[in-house]
C-alpha cells in the first residue's frame, strides 16, 4: 500500500510556496538556473518550481509552512473542525424547533393525541400497549414542561451550538486556543455522553463517545497541551524543526535540477 505524500498531494491543490533568503549560501541551495529559467526549491514538498519566489528576506521571517507530520495534523484537525460545524448547525436546528415547541405546546399535544388515536387499532393488532410505551410517555412528559423551562432548554442549546462553531473555526485553521477549548468542552461532556448510554445504547452515541475520547487524547498529546511531553516550547521546536530548518539542513543533500 503506498504512503499518501501529504505535502505534494497539499502543493497539487494549492500550489507551492517558495522563498528567497537573504543568506548567500542557503539561498544558492533553494534556487538554481535551468534551460526553462530560475526554479526555487518548495517550502512544503521540496520540489524546485519554475518562477519568482513568494517572497524574500531574512530565513528567520520565512513562511512557517507546516509540512510531513504538521501538515497531516492539520488535515486530522480540519475533519474534527467539520464535524464541529455540521455538529453545531444540527443543535441550531434543534434549538429552534424547541423555542417553536414552546410556543405552541397545547396545539402540538392536540394533534399527537388526535394521531395516536389513529394509531391504536393498528398497534392493538400487534398487541403493543401504546398507551404505556416508553416513547410515548417521554413525549408526554415533555408536553408539561414549563413554557420557560423550555426557552432555557433552547438558550443552552444555542450557547452549545456557538462553542461547536468557534471551536470549528478555530481548528480550521489551526488556532491553539481553539485546541484548547475543544478539549476542555468535549471533555466537559463526556460524562453525559457515558450517561447517555446508561440509559439506550445506539450505535451512533457509542461512535460518537468514541470519536471524543479519541479527539482528547490526540489533541492533547500531540498538540502538548497543558504541559504535556515538553508543553509549547517543544511544541513550537517540533514545528520550527519540521519545516524551515529541516529545509535548510536537507536542501545541500538534493541535486540541482540540470
Known amino acids: 500500500m503506498l504512503k499518501r505524500d501529504w505535502d505534494r498531494h497539499t502543493c497539487?491543490?494549492?500550489g507551492h510556496i517558495t522563498y528567497a533568503p537573504d543568506e548567500a549560501e542557503l539561498r544558492g541551495r533553494l534556487h538554481a538556473e535551468t534551460?526553462?529559467?530560475?526554479?526555487?526549491?518548495?517550502?512544503?514538498?521540496?520540489?524546485?518550481?519554475?518562477?519568482?519566489?513568494?517572497?524574500?528576506?531574512?530565513?528567520?521571517?520565512?513562511?512557517?509552512?507546516?509540512?510531513?507530520?504538521?501538515?497531516?495534523?492539520?488535515?486530522?484537525?480540519r475533519f474534527l473542525a467539520v464535524e464541529r460545524l455540521l455538529r453545531g448547525l444540527l443543535i441550531i436546528v434543534v434549538a429552534?424547533?424547541?423555542?417553536?415547541?414552546?410556543?405552541?405546546?397545547d396545539a402540538v399535544r392536540r394533534i399527537f393525541d388526535e394521531n395516536l388515536g389513529v394509531l391504536k387499532p393498528v398497534t392493538e393488532h400487534f398487541h403493543w400497549d401504546l398507551e404505556h410505551s416508553p416513547i410515548v410517555d417521554t413525549i408526554r412528559k415533555t408536553f408539561d414542561y414549563k413554557h420557560s423551562?423550555?426557552?432555557?432548554?433552547?438558550?443552552?442549546?444555542?450557547?452549545?451550538?456557538?462553542?461547536?462553531?468557534?471551536?470549528?473555526?478555530?481548528l480550521w485553521w489551526g488556532r491553539r486556543w481553539a485546541e484548547y477549548l475543544t478539549v476542555v468542552a468535549t471533555a466537559a461532556f463526556l460524562p453525559l455522553e457515558v450517561?447517555?448510554?446508561?440509559e439506550h445504547v445506539s450505535v451512533l452515541k457509542i461512535c460518537t463517545?468514541?470519536?471524543?475520547?479519541?479527539?482528547?487524547?490526540?489533541?492533547?498529546?500531540?498538540?502538548r497541551l497543558f504541559g504535556l511531553r515538553g508543553g509549547l516550547a517543544a511544541f513550537e521546536a517540533e514545528r520550527h524543526s519540521a519545516s524551515l530548518l529541516e529545509v535548510e539542513t536537507s536542501?545541500?543533500?538534493?541535486?540541482?535540477?540540470?
Open 12 to 14: 497539487a491543490r494549492r
Open 35 to 77: 534551460a526553462l529559467g530560475t526554479v526555487w526549491r518548495c517550502l512544503r514538498c521540496g520540489d524546485f518550481a519554475l518562477g519568482a519566489p513568494h517572497g524574500s528576506g531574512p530565513a528567520g521571517d520565512a513562511p512557517l509552512v507546516p509540512r510531513g507530520k504538521a501538515l497531516r495534523d492539520l488535515f486530522i484537525l
Open 96 to 105: 429552534w424547533g424547541v423555542w417553536k415547541f414552546s410556543n405552541s405546546q
Open 149 to 170: 423551562t423550555l426557552l432555557y432548554v433552547a438558550a443552552a442549546l444555542v450557547v452549545y451550538a456557538l462553542i461547536e462553531i468557534v471551536e470549528a473555526f478555530g
Open 195 to 198: 450517561y447517555e448510554l446508561t
Open 209 to 223: 463517545l468514541l470519536l471524543n475520547v479519541v479527539a482528547v487524547l490526540w489533541i492533547l498529546l500531540s498538540k
Open 251 to 258: 536542501a545541500g543533500a538534493v541535486p540541482h535540477p540540470a
